[in-house]
């Protein structure tokens, strides 16, 4: 079975906002949903790569 993987790597500073955090959760679930992504990779030392490891954990719960 082919893998569909999405990598983020983003800025070390970021403006967090409600927002931002509703966007990307929406784009992962689409991600997951709709292309079939399954695998996830992150950066390091980035503000925005931890938003993104934490929404795609607590999204994993919903889509194991």
Do not use: W
């Not at 990598?7 to 997951?32: M, W």
Request: proline share 2%.
């Amino acid at each position: 079975m082919k893998t569909r993987t999405c990598c983020f790597i983003g800025h070390r500073a970021i403006f967090e906002s409600e927002q931002l955090n509703v966007t990307l959760r929406v784009l992962i679930e689409k991600l997951i949903l709709k292309e079939n992504v399954d695998t996830f990779l992150f950066g390091s030392k980035s503000k925005f790569n931890t938003l993104c490891l934490k929404i795609v954990t607590e999204i994993k719960e919903k889509y194991p």
